[in-house]
């Protein structure tokens, strides 16, 4: 069981007068064993949101909490708790060290457990996780540059998972993948939200990934939650506008385009 | 000391950009109520100032960090104590720290730097007398090297890129590696060499008329400006390879405005904010040019005080460099603010 | 990469540098062994000789050699300039490391101090150093590294905190590793290549910096003697004996050029090979084709040069056309060269680029060639290009306002007053509130979306016939994006342009245009109606269409995947 659960969180960057409010007020619950949606345009707060869960940026105001437990302060136990909960990067090559062994980064990530495993152990358990992200184990030692861009966003999932996580935050994970490679990924996700039982945050601007991947999901905008609810009855039936407008917008197979009340 | 930029190869695949919008992020960093331009003028006149400060406590704390006793090393092994006691109090070495700090600042600010251990005359005098000559120098130095860089980086940027006169821009390059090479004194001595030696053609000495100062500014600005041509080379070609640039050819505007209009004020403030610092770093090359010339400036006046350990004077002689460094850095700052609109941006 | 000589070991350059740093070795270690009895030597009647055979750099006051003592001078003028460069590196680097590692305000603190101490040309700092350690060579040793560190630390800073800034780094520490950790296994592995090439060109600098100092008299004392010192001894006789100034100034130059070379060697940035530009060409038939057609491109064949230079074709063998008022969209992965195409199509290429095709023309302008003055005027009024990025494509020290007039004034002769009026009636068209006022802005001042938009009000300027829109709203929102198409396809109308439209996102190109090329590889696979998409026959195309998720997916199902042949995969089999 594991709920993450956003309270009153307000993140502000810069201060005086030149101060910006990324997020502002955010109460978000993402229940234990679901996939829960955020979307928003860029700007809205998404990431920071997911930096702030991770412990990138500490909120001003307000609480994150896994299980109950304080993640957001400053504290040895917020610190250590925080470890449960994983983020996955949206572009697969920055997120990984160019001069650094796939398996190295992975086994890197293994550090979050608090456990100390032996060289052969941590070999095995970096084969493994390989193996369950459908690459070859055999490739542990290869540098990223030898890698696909999909198959470097995979990497970095297993690496995440590495830290064995309670929570998984997948901020924007297919946006800079090609649309090929998008399915390969999230069908991936979907395998292991079932295999292991995650409970996963899905940061994403495209809705139609949303609608496919979550259960649940929240629309952000200008660092506020405008509307939450059921995936399915949240996008057949938007209460707020800007909902409306988002869906409105997203291009449909085979439909002219119309931009009528667009500008 | 450069760092090539990553070369991007290929063409980027698509996406959609990511963070926040740099508009957006502009605005969080501007101070409100002064344009952009203002403000960052202003913050680089405060940058000035505090730098004026570091280099006022620096030349005060000097003599405080000789190891030793500097009355002593300045006077030499063979005299007495009681000139040495006298001029420690003449130097205010005797008193408290604070209260030399404090009486250094108010000479400073009546315009008394002290008087010179060897001569005996107010440091303020000699400086006055040798400043002109130095300051000449640098601008004349200054001015060749920065308006020769740009022609010669430009043109054989836009010969490298298009393909014309690969092998005349491939040599003008390496003739630049190899002026950048060679420091100002070496080019100077070589300059001697053949120019007053060899053809004796032109004075090697002294300061005064036009033909004398030939040799030193040339000596002086070669080096800086073959590294700003290679400078200007490097990111003319940056610039010609921008997105922006592609949409003015789209325009296919003639040439004349695609590289006087699009492509020159983007290099220039590229090119002075790596660059700038060679410009400046020209004015110290003045110690070393006076030196080989023997002309009778700041430089030849540092060299001889540090010497003799002539205290007062090393402190006068630092604090003008330092002023005139930092006054070449507001100009080019002031060029930067004038030609790029987001300087302020940059600065965040 | 790992394996093997470092690029620019191999080659004459790094045969050459391999050669002089051993020749230089050598000089270090054997020349006092060899010249020190001809070095010390003196000879009243062989005082200040020119150059003869038996002393070819002649001799100094004391009769003795001075190629000698120039040789000898090697070991001393080295070992000096790399204990300068290991005080400089050394300091530099941890200045540079700390600056990065501690807490913000602190951060910008030294920061700002290390930026005020780089101000300061490097002679004035070793002039200031040298007045604490006085004229020695050890003083000056110290001073010349001293004088380095500011330097050295902002490059140290500048490269860790491009590092610490990246994701890779945040994902260390969410895992919990800390800064020394960071540190110790991020950062430096990704900084030490560029530290080493500059250490290298620091040495070099250091070399010329202490000659510097020993020619003031502010480095080695008599009787030792380095280069700088040889120097200034021999230009009080430079009117008697030129080489006795000429050689230790020889041997400066070279020592740092090896150094310098050196220092390139054991980078791995050696400068990509220049691109060699190559002729276009067109093959026959350029002339006037079919009046009712805009675009023809017949067998378009793109290649660029690679790292090796070795020529890839990118584009191989692309034929299309466009007829006047058309939409056509070209869809594919990253890659599959439907911008290179476009490009080509716009005769926007950069040289590099090696264009080969029966036919490339644009209302008959052949686009392999460079265009004649009246065929750039017509270019420039009836092709317009909107590209991916608005910010980038913008040039930044230019109002907008100015980007738009420039147009109609180059190639219209539109007086200035007249052309900021059109300017403002295409900005007011492209939905741009305030026209007059963003007219007057730069492009940063304006958002993502309007600066789309004025990219396109830029092409508005002349009287389009065709608008090339290469991925226009990939880097937009959503919502932005409907605008910017909403503005694109209102234009098409008014004024009667074709459009073809470069996009990735094959939902969007389904709507959007009337006609859709699937790209592969650098293929067209399929041509279809947009309308039809549903109905395309080539794999890849309904792979394409089956491959993205929209909002009507079966949830309970895998998606299905692009296989590597470009067809479906086994659809579903978890």
């Avoid at chain 1, 998972?161 to 090609?178: F, G, R, Y």
């Avoid at chain 2, 130095?134 to 010969?159: D, H, N």
Wanted: net charge positive.
């Amino acid at each position: 069981m594991s709920t993450l659960e956003f309270t009153g969180t307000t993140v502000r960057y810069g201060h005086g007068a030149g101060a910006h409010v990324a997020v502002d007020g955010v109460d978000l619950t993402v229940a234990s064993g679901g996939v829960h949606g955020l979307v928003g345009e860029s700007g809205s707060g998404k990431s920071t949101l997911a930096a702030a869960a991770v412990g990138l940026v500490r909120p001003v105001a307000g609480t994150i909490r896994l299980d109950g437990a304080d993640i957001a302060g400053s504290s040895a136990a917020a610190r250590t708790a925080r470890r449960r909960v994983q983020l996955v990067f949206q572009d697969p090559y920055a997120a990984l060290d160019p001069r650094m062994p796939v398996g190295v980064s992975i086994a890197e990530a293994m550090r979050a457990t608090g456990r100390r495993l032996s060289r052969a152990d941590r070999q095995r358990r970096v084969e493994e996780l390989l193996g369950l992200v459908h690459l070859d184990p055999k490739r542990a030692g290869d540098l990223p540059s030898a890698f696909s861009g999909g198959q470097c966003q995979r990497v970095t999932i297993a690496r995440a998972l590495a830290a064995e996580p309670d929570v998984v935050i997948a901020d924007e994970i297919t946006s800079a993948l090609d649309v090929s490679v998008q399915g390969v990924v999230l069908n991936l996700l979907r395998e292991l939200r079932a295999e292991l039982d995650l409970t996963v945050l899905f940061i994403s601007h495209n809705l139609a990934v949303v609608r496919y991947v979550c259960d649940t999901v929240s629309v952000m905008r200008h660092g506020r939650i405008v509307e939450s609810g059921e995936t399915e009855s949240v996008l057949s039936a938007p209460a707020h506008p800007y909902t409306r407008e988002l869906l409105a917008a997203v291009p449909v197979m085979g439909e002219p385009f119309d931009g009528e009340e667009a500008l | 000391m450069a760092i090539s930029p990553a070369t991007p190869t290929g063409p980027t695949p698509a996406g959609p950009a990511t963070g926040p919008d740099p508009a957006r992020r502009g605005d969080r960093h501007a101070l409100p109520r002064l344009s952009p331009r203002a403000s960052f003028v202003l913050r680089r006149l405060g940058r000035a100032l505090v730098s004026l400060a570091v280099v006022v406590v620096a030349t005060f704390l000097v003599v405080h960090l000789v190891p030793g006793d500097p009355v002593r090393a300045a006077l030499g092994p063979s005299a007495t104590p009681e000139l040495v006691e006298r001029t420690r109090a003449e130097l205010g070495l005797d008193q408290p720290a604070w209260r030399q700090f404090t009486g250094y600042l108010s000479g400073l600010l009546h315009g008394d730097l002290g008087v010179s251990l060897r001569s005996h005359r107010p440091v303020a005098a000699t400086l006055a007398d040798r400043f002109p000559t130095t300051l000449v120098l640098s601008l004349l130095a200054f001015l060749v090297a920065a308006l020769g860089a740009v022609p010669i980086g430009v043109a054989t940027a836009v010969a490298a890129r298009g393909g014309r006169g690969r092998a005349a821009g491939a040599g003008v390059s390496w003739a630049l590696s190899g002026l950048i090479a060679i420091p100002n004194f070496l080019l100077a001595v070589g300059l001697i060499a053949l120019f007053g030696v060899t053809l004796n053609a032109l004075p090697v000495a002294g300061w005064g008329g036009a033909a004398q100062a030939v040799l030193p500014v040339a000596a002086l600005a070669v080096g800086p400006l073959a590294y700003l041509a290679r400078i200007v080379h490097v990111e003319m070609l940056a610039v010609l390879e921008t997105p922006y640039m592609t949409t003015a050819r789209g325009k296919r505007l003639p040439a004349r405005l695609l590289y006087l209009r699009h492509a020159l004020p983007n290099m220039i403030t590229a090119a002075l904010t790596t660059g700038g610092l060679i410009l400046t770093g020209l004015v110290a090359g003045t110690v070393l040019i006076e030196a080989v010339f023997v002309i009778p400036g700041l430089g030849s006046t540092i060299v001889s005080s540090i010497t003799a350990k002539d205290y007062p004077m090393i402190q006068g002689v630092v604090l003008v460099y330092a002023v005139l460094v930092l006054g070449l850095n507001l100009l080019i700052d002031l060029v930067l603010a004038t030609l790029d609109p987001r300087s302020s941006i940059m600065e965040g | 990469m790992r394996s093997g000589l470092p690029r620019g070991l191999r080659g004459p350059q790094g045969v050459v540098t391999v050669l002089g740093a051993f020749a230089l070795l050598l000089v270090i270690v054997l020349a006092p062994y060899v010249w020190g009895d001809a070095a010390t030597a003196t000879s009243v009647a062989d005082r200040v000789q020119g150059p003869s055979a038996a002393h070819p750099f002649g001799t100094d006051d004391l009769g003795r050699d001075v190629l000698a003592r120039v040789l000898i001078a090697a070991r001393l003028s080295v070992l000096l300039a790399l204990g300068a460069t290991a005080v400089a590196v050394s300091g530099g680097i941890v200045l540079g490391v700390v600056a990065t590692v501690l807490p913000c305000p602190l951060r910008r603190l030294v920061s700002a101090f290390i930026d005020i101490l780089l101000s300061f040309p490097w002679l004035l700092l070793a002039l200031f150093f040298s007045v604490i350690w006085g004229a020695t060579a050890s003083g000056a040793m110290l001073a010349v590294g001293f004088a380095g560190v500011p330097s050295i630390a902002r490059l140290t800073y500048t490269l860790a905190s491009s590092v610490t800034g990246r994701d890779f780094v945040r994902a260390a520490r969410i895992v919990g590793v800390g800064p020394a950790g960071v540190i110790l296994r991020h950062v430096i592995p990704n900084i030490a290549p560029p530290m080493l090439v500059n250490t290298a060109a620091y040495a070099s600098t250091a070399l010329l910096s202490f000659a510097g100092l020993s020619f003031l008299g502010l480095g080695v004392q008599a009787p030792g003697f380095d280069w700088g010192r040889l120097l200034r001894e021999g230009i009080a006789r430079i009117y008697v004996n030129p080489m006795a100034a000429l050689g230790p100034g020889i041997a400066i130059v070279l020592t740092g050029l090896i150094l310098n070379a050196i220092g390139s060697l054991t980078g791995e940035s050696a400068s990509k090979t220049p691109l060699r530009p190559r002729a276009s060409k067109a093959r026959a038939r350029a002339g006037a084709g079919d009046p009712e057609v805009l675009v023809e491109v017949e067998d378009l064949r793109v290649s660029f040069p690679d790292r090796q230079g070795r020529l890839v074709e990118r584009v191989r063998g692309v034929s299309l056309t466009i007829r006047p008022g058309e939409t056509v969209g070209i869809v594919g992965a990253s890659g599959s060269g439907k911008s290179v195409t476009a490009m080509a199509v716009a005769g926007l290429l950069g040289p590099e680029a090696a264009i080969d095709a029966t036919r490339l023309s644009f209302q008959g302008i052949d686009m392999t060639a460079a265009p004649r003055a009246a065929d750039r005027r017509r270019l420039g009024l009836e092709l317009a290009v909107v590209f991916q990025d608005p910010l980038t494509s913008l040039n930044p020290s230019l109002t907008v306002g100015r980007q738009l007039t420039e147009v109609s004034r180059t190639h219209d002769g539109v007086p200035r007053a007249a052309a900021r009026h059109r300017a403002r009636d295409v900005l007011a068209s492209v939905g741009i509130a305030r026209p007059e006022r963003r007219a007057r802005q730069y492009p940063h001042e304006l958002s993502g979306g309007m600066r789309q938009r004025a990219m396109i009000g830029m092409g508005l300027m002349g009287r389009p016939r065709l608008v090339i829109a290469d991925e226009p709203t990939t880097a937009l929102d959503v919502t932005v994006q409907r605008q910017v198409l909403r503005v694109l396809r209102d234009a098409r109308r008014r004024t009667g342009s074709a459009i073809l439209f470069i996009s990735h996102d094959i939902a969007l190109v389904s709507g959007f245009c009337d006609r859709v090329l699937v790209m592969k590889d650098g293929q067209i696979v399929e041509e279809v109606a947009a309308a039809r998409l549903d109905e395309a026959r080539h794999p890849y195309t309904r792979a394409l269409v089956a491959c993205v998720p929209h909002m009507g997916t079966d949830r309970t199902r895998p998606l299905p995947v692009i296989d590597e042949s470009g067809g479906v995969a086994e659809e579903a089999r978890a």
